[in-house]
Nanobody, 117 residues
Framework: QVQLLESGGGLVQAGGSLRLSCLASGIRLSMYDMAWYRQAPGKERELVAKINNPGATRYADAVKGRFTISKDNAKSTVWLQMNSLSPEDTALYYC???????????WGQGTQVTVSS
């Protein structure tokens, strides 16, 4: 059974930092591209950052220079380091695993990030 377990969310003041973690079980991260998405109230889910297996990364324009995605295949863990947080970053953050070959696609339950002004 595949599980993606996010943690690290919370309440932080504007300008602060948080580090989200996504622990994967039931899959080998080397076979998946990993990503963080977020969904704010009343808005659609949007891509925040993505990392593939050679380690290439891609970021949404809104988070470039502030957020960093990284992973450790041996630890089955993906992280999202978030710095210089603003209230606009408030959302439910989801971890996603997308198979490099085939249609398999898994999501975690999400971790809430709330940034106060």
């Amino acid at each position: 059974q595949v599980q993606l377990l996010e943690s690290g969310g919370g309440l932080v003041q504007a300008g602060g930092s948080l580090r989200l973690s996504c622990l994967a079980s039931g899959i080998r991260l080397s076979m998946y591209d990993m990503a963080w998405y977020r969904q704010a109230p009343g808005k659609e889910r949007e891509l925040v950052a993505k990392i593939n297996n050679p380690g290439a990364t891609r970021y949404a324009d809104a988070v470039k220079g502030r957020f960093t995605i990284s992973k450790d295949n041996a630890k089955s863990t993906v992280w999202l380091q978030m710095n210089s947080l603003s209230p606009e970053d408030t959302a439910l953050y989801y971890c996603q695993a997308a198979a490099r070959i085939g249609p398999r696609n898994y999501w975690g339950q999400g971790t809430q990030v709330t940034v106060s002004s």
